[in-house]
């Protein structure tokens, strides 16, 4: 299950500027931690529920991906709460709101990436002065790393399809290098062809020729992001003060 | 002016032997087609036109080489960009992009443009190549059309576009011209743009660099024959790294003399033999000259035994739960059969391969091979039943020489030497390599390399083989010696099961018998004459006929598969 991904969808949520939702998740995931107000933490967390629904993201597959910490870090914090403090409803209570702080944390990152593109992520980067090579750098191993484990895949496919087997065992480290070796070098041939080609296409297309480079100007600081800052700073005032 | 100049070019690799002699050409305007031989140094010659060759690529080159009136000698590539757009042959290596809006922007983004300026050229490009569904979408969920599309608007993008310019082109492919488009070239320079493409797909680009040759010189290199002489303007042929004619498509085509470097396609050897001139390049040229006078039913020649030698039986496979890839697969096959599995990309071909060979296996139903269940078995039992020779022979060739590729397998079934030495030597006499044994086998050209791979596969004794896509991005005459070998084997007693996937020329030529997949499902099975005739499987499956099948459905028989057929009609 790959909870990490992508997902297109149409909403509010996903046409923010990455710069504002990296800043959500920072400012959130550290504002638990910096408070013990249970229920400024059941708000904050609720919050980021609803970010969630906001985001109209796929309920199903992100239950799936965490249902196992969901179940088990409250559990596994009251048993060790109840050693700590002793047995008493309190300690039940603490571990709880213990266990809603990382799950926010999870969570909060699964909406970040599941709503913010690469793409958008590295021009983000660019519009915080981080040099374009390098950002374009990280766009290249995005965009390649899937790429090298297709290829992987299917030479170990090819020298399976030759009755080859593969040792796996840290008591023979020497057979385990060994069985590898019909699978290193097929891959490093075809990697090292593949970035010999793209290095021809990028010099083809003029990277380089001259100092000044523009890239995509997509991202705009418009009254979306106003509005959503702003809600943002609101909430937390009221969570962290109020409750 | 002369916008490409080339005056007695000789180029050698490092190292190497001459691969380009004395090329001089002139190009002044239009759709420039190159054709010749696989390694005839088509490729080299495209890289010498932006400056790649001699800034890029190591080796000795004597001559010039002036693109709109600079001498790549004093230029490099980055600066050359600016007048040449260049389409590379693998489309997949050339994006690096997250998506193809960006892809297309990368060029004139290079070059300072003004992101407003930027836009415009990116929207251009977008629609002279009808990629507009494409516009967010990443290579890597791309058909290999799609990317080359990219890639074409890409390079288009790279210089100015006129206003007003309606022009239509595939996806991958689609991708790859769109972002060679958007720097706005003057000349843009493709190698081999359709070879990953379907037939009707190939036709969609050919067309769409047909109306951008109007406004900049097309230079295309490629293996399509019959829609190099129906759409450049100037064709050259060239063998063993020198032109040897150049001129009027017609006059070429015509000529004598072309038979002595190319195999030309069937419809256009048909024509041949009926002395019929001009040579036809579709069924069209010959459909309104000739007349069936027999009614003939063809009769198919499947045998079905009773033991069959692979029985797949209802099964179905995925790899990511609630996303199937095979669905109801039930198929025998006979020994001795010679059968086609035909689909396009993401079909579930490879897929049915794997489950076949025990790499992979199915989540319900049974694969049996003579007799076996696959999820019984050890793969080194299975392969001696059943080898499968992959589509990319660098995907597994990591040995020294030749003969020590072939002894992998042997080894890895724990033979004794002298039976592993007896079997590498018989396996490469067989495929005609034996002269190689003891070379390197990355020195080989891709032809040779495939034997390599058949060989290795058949070393081990299997009697089922499974060839996937063998003759993709190789000439007609290698792909003929190819086959010969391949219709050996089936002669002498083996299985020939064969993946393809746009190839239905091969198909109609070879196959006794074919299955056709389609979205993880077969929706069809049966003799390959019968196949044809069935004009909705082939929509449904995105199947092109034939030329010859085409011009035998225009006639009234669409059971007509070769040359031999329609002679014996007339």
Request: overall charge positive; hydrophobic content about 45%.
């Amino acid at each position: 299950m790959k909870f990490y991904e992508y997902v297109y969808r149409d909403s509010f949520v996903h046409r923010l500027d990455p710069r504002v939702k990296l800043a959500w998740l920072f400012v959130f995931s550290s504002a638990v931690f910096l408070t013990s107000q249970p229920w400024a933490v059941t708000a904050i967390f609720l919050s980021c529920i609803a970010v969630g629904l906001l985001a109209k993201l796929p309920q199903g597959q992100i239950w799936d991906s965490i249902k196992l910490f969901v179940i088990l870090m409250p559990l596994s914090y009251i048993v060790l709460y109840l050693f700590l403090i002793g047995i008493k409803w309190q300690a039940v209570f603490e571990a709880l709101v213990f266990s809603e702080k990382f799950l926010l944390l999870i969570l909060a990152s699964i909406i970040f990436t599941m709503t913010t593109s690469a793409r958008d992520m590295l021009l983000s980067l660019v519009k915080i002065k981080v040099p374009y090579t390098f950002a374009f750098m990280l766009t290249i191993a995005i965009r390649f790393i899937p790429l090298i484990f297709k290829e992987t895949n299917n030479v170990i496919n090819a020298q399976r399809a030759r009755a080859h087997e593969f040792v796996f065992s840290l008591l023979r480290p020497v057979d385990t290098v060994k069985s590898f070796v019909p699978v290193i070098i097929p891959v490093f041939t075809l990697l090292l062809k593949r970035a010999y080609e793209l290095s021809l296409s990028i010099d083809a297309r003029g990277f380089g020729s001259q100092k000044k480079i523009t890239y995509p100007d997509r991202l705009k600081f418009g009254a979306d992001e106003i509005l959503a800052s702003v809600a943002m700073a609101g909430f937390l005032f009221f969570a962290l003060k109020m409750l | 002016m002369k916008k490409i100049e080339i005056i007695g070019f000789n180029f050698s690799y490092s190292g190497g032997k001459p691969v380009l002699r004395d090329i001089n050409l002139e190009i002044g305007r239009g759709f420039f087609g190159l054709i010749g031989p696989s390694g005839c140094g088509k490729s080299t010659l495209c890289l010498a036109l932006n400056g790649l060759i001699p800034h890029e690529i190591a080796g000795v080159k004597t001559g010039k080489v002036i693109v709109c009136g600079k001498d790549t000698d004093k230029y490099h590539t980055r600066q050359m960009a600016r007048h040449v757009g260049m389409v590379f042959q693998n489309p997949e290596s050339q994006l690096f992009s997250l998506c193809a809006e960006d892809e297309i922007a990368f060029g004139p983004g290079n070059f300072g443009v003004s992101w407003r300026e930027i836009k415009k050229r990116v929207a251009q490009a977008i629609k002279k190549l009808k990629m507009e569904h494409l516009k967010n979408k990443s290579p890597e969920q791309m058909s290999s059309g799609e990317q080359q599309k990219t890639a074409i608007a890409a390079a288009l993008a790279m210089h100015p576009a006129d206003a007003g310019s309606d022009m239509p082109i595939l996806e991958k492919e689609k991708l790859v011209i769109a972002a060679a488009m958007a720097l706005d070239p003057d000349i843009l320079v493709l190698d081999e743009p359709s070879a990953n493409l379907d037939p009707r797909s190939a036709e969609e680009i050919f067309a769409i660099l047909k109306k951008i040759s109007q406004e900049k010189i097309i230079f295309l290199v490629s293996h399509n024959i019959g829609q190099i002489f129906r759409y450049a303007d100037t064709v050259a042929v060239m063998d063993r790294g020198a032109i040897v004619m150049c001129g009027a498509p017609a006059d070429i085509l015509n000529s004598e003399k072309l038979l002595d470097y190319l195999d030309l396609p069937a419809i256009s050897e048909l024509s041949n033999e009926l002395r019929l001139k001009p040579m036809a390049l579709v069924a069209e040229d010959i459909a309104p000259k000739i007349k069936f006078s027999k009614e003939v039913h063809f009769k198919s020649k499947i045998v079905y035994r009773k033991n069959p030698v692979v029985k797949v039986d209802d099964i179905d496979f995925e790899y990511v739960k609630g996303a199937p890839i095979l669905q109801d697969i039930s198929l025998e096959i006979s020994r001795g059969e010679f059968l086609a599995i035909v689909g396009n990309n993401g079909s579930g071909k490879s897929t049915l391969a794997l489950n076949m060979i025990g790499i992979l296996k199915p989540q319900r139903g049974n694969i049996f091979i003579n007799g076996k269940n696959t999820k019984k078995e050890k793969i080194s039992d299975l392969v001696r039943s059943i080898g499968y020779a992959f589509q990319n022979p660098d995907l597994q060739i990591f040995e020294d020489t030749l003969r020590q590729e072939v002894a992998f397998g042997l080894k890895n079934l724990h033979l004794p030497p002298d039976e592993i030495t007896k079997k590498t030597t018989d396996a490469l006499n067989y495929v005609g390599l034996q002269e190689y044994a003891d070379s390197d086998p990355f020195s080989l050209s891709l032809g040779q390399k495939r034997r390599l791979t058949i060989a290795s596969i058949l070393a081990m004794g299997p009697k089922i083989i499974i060839l996937d896509e063998p003759t993709t991005g190789i000439d007609d005459r290698i792909v003929k010696s190819l086959m010969k070998l391949i219709v050996r084997l089936n002669r002498e007693g083996h299985t020939v099961i064969n993946m393809i996937t746009h190839n239905m020329d091969l198909t109609a030529r070879y196959a006794e018998r074919v299955v056709v997949l389609s979205g993880g499902r077969i929706i069809s099975d049966g003799p390959v004459r019968k196949i044809f005739a069935q004009a909705d499987i082939l929509e449904k499956a995105n199947l092109m006929r034939p030329e010859i099948n085409r011009l035998g459905h225009i006639l009234g028989n669409s059971e007509v598969l070769t040359t031999d057929d329609v002679l014996s009609l007339l």
